[in-house]
């Protein structure tokens, strides 16, 4: 039915939990996984011209997220290895990670986008959207959203 799952992941403990259903329901399937994070641009510290205050720091502060999503990505792939899952992994630098998670999907051809919701509700949910609901309304490749 499913052969290639894409599975968002942010670290959190509810998209953790999420990556370890993705795995049991790959397994379940015979499909392969791809991890995907979506790292956000670390802001850039500029002076009122416009200029870059310290490129370095910019540097340091991207390294640092970049690391981040690696061990997120690293510990999804252990996973996946002890449940003898076929895994890979995609980092994607980008602000609006729903577009990120779309793009990827269709450009590695998976056919199941696996997600956690991070249940926002009510004021909330209106005020900062969802990424998973994002994908939702986007997309045309099927969504399995866990809760």
Do not use: Y
Not at 2 to 13: A, E, I, N
Not at 88 to 93: F, I, P, R, T
């Amino acid at each position: 039915m499913f052969r290639h799952l894409l599975v968002p992941t942010d670290g959190s403990p509810l998209s953790q939990r999420a990556v370890v259903q993705a795995i049991a329901f790959a397994r379940r399937h015979s499909a392969c996984v791809t991890f995907f994070h979506a790292e956000r641009h670390p802001p850039v510290p500029m002076d009122g011209a416009g200029v870059v205050i310290n490129a370095h720091a910019l540097h340091e502060a991207h390294e640092r997220l970049d690391a981040a999503a690696h061990d997120i990505l690293a510990e999804a792939d252990a996973l996946a290895q002890e449940a003898g899952v076929v895994a890979d992994s995609v980092v994607l630098a980008t602000d609006k990670p729903w577009e990120g998670i779309i793009r990827s999907a269709e450009r590695l051809g998976c056919d199941l986008i696996f997600m956690a919701s991070h249940g926002r509700r009510g004021v909330s949910a209106l005020l900062l959207g969802s990424e998973t609901q994002k994908v939702l309304t986007h997309t045309r490749i099927p969504v399995l959203v866990h809760r």
